[in-house]
């Protein structure tokens, strides 16, 4: 059977604090009583004196309200420095126009000198210290740039606390402007890319189109050897973008296949060895056994076409190509060594950027579309590999990949 209890409330509640005192007295007195009549007079009558005293006291205890004892005192410690460290972003309190508060990526940022006064010293900024500054509830955040660096950029928030206080809030959003920067220039660079070759095929055409040239077999012949080539161009183009688009899409998907590099080296380096009409003997294979590695077969084909295509357009002519293969403790090293005119110093951390060329003149004049290491740096990537691009002028290139084998696997060629 269910039973409902529910609490005792006004009048109610105050009697229920007062049944134990009320029974002890009715205790006391039935006690008192049963002893007067047992005991003789003078027993008695003492009986009755301390049944009375008694019941003073109980009286008394049922009349006063209860009294609640303070519980003891605990020391909880102040972490509110702690949690404000904690956040990533940097969190500055201004009471007026002096810093009273900074977490640690605000100390980071302007230093812990200029965070100990007034709010100019590390903001200085117009936008920034406008909006500090003024007495009206502020709006929506605001992006600023060139705090702590002229490349970063901040989105900045002020919210007005208890006491007329800031809290002013820096989120950094460099990161996403470089990537719609980038995304920006791919646009562009892409556009350029494909525009200029089409430019060319569509003025040659307007020019066979005119009769003169047309009626001529030599320079008709040429003109449309060249819109080939430039078509061919687009065609590259275009497949090496959808290549990196695809291999993007994958990036988060480390392969699970197990490869053997060795046989893979062999059948690339054979298929360009077919296509040229002389000087395929200089692409050299220095290969050992490794182990296997966990790999997409059709993009580690894709990056050793790119590297050995790059080193074959810059190596100078009727030098070697070396194609290295070999452990390299629990790790596997495929290296790609030309002995061309190298490449400055500054350039190489640029070289895996789409369309990044060091002499664009060149770079179209062998074939390149600016994409080859960008989508060779994108499969290093899927495939959790290190690549590592180290170059001398007047001595050359190497481009060295060098991914994890596979676990407890035996050697294999």
Known sequence: MKHDFMPLQGQDAGMSDRRLPRALIAFALVGGT?????????????????????????????????????????????????????????????????????????????????????????????????????????GAPVEIAGLGDPDRRWVM???????????????????????????????????????????????????????GAGEDPVTRARFLGIMMGEAKRMQQLVDDLISLSRIEADRFAVPQAQLALGPVIEEVVGVIRSGMEKDGGRIQVEAVKVPPIRADRIQIGQLLHNLIGNAMKYGRPDTPIRVVLKPVGNKVLLRVVDQG?????????????????????????????????????????????????????????????????????????
């Open 34 to 138: 049963a002893w007067a009549l047992a005991a003789p007079i003078s027993a008695a009558l003492s009986a009755g004196v301390i049944a009375a005293v008694l019941i003073g006291l109980l009286t008394t205890f049922a009349e006063e309200p209860a009294v609640m004892l303070p519980a003891p005192a605990i020391d909880v410690p102040d972490r509110t420095g702690e949690l404000i460290d904690a956040v990533d972003d940097a969190l500055l309190i201004i009471d007026g126009q002096r810093i009273t508060h900074a977490n640690a990526a605000a100390r980071k940022l302007f230093g812990a000198e200029k965070i100990e006064g007034d709010f100019r010293l590390a903001l200085r900024h117009p936008i920034a210290a406008d909006l500090i500054a003024s007495e009206e509830e502020t």
């Open 157 to 211: 928030s002020v919210r007005r606390i208890e006491g007329g206080a800031r809290l002013v809030t820096l989120r950094d959003r460099t990161d996403s402007w470089v990537a719609e920067r980038m995304r920006v220039d791919f646009v562009a660079n892409a556009s350029h890319e494909l525009r200029t070759p089409l430019a060319t095929i569509l003025g040659f055409i307007e020019t066979l189109n005119e009769g």
């Open 341 to 413: 005119e190298g490449v400055a110093p500054e350039h190489l951390p640029r070289l895996t950027e789409r369309f990044y060329r060091v002499d664009p003149g060149r770079s179209r004049s062998v074939g390149g579309t600016g994409l080859g290491l960008a989508i060779v740096k994108h499969i290093a990537e899927r495939h959790r590999a290190v690549l590592d691009i180290a170059s001398r002028l007047g001595e050359g290139t190497a481009v060295t990949v060098t991914f994890p084998a596979a676990e407890a696997d035996p050697l294999s060629s």
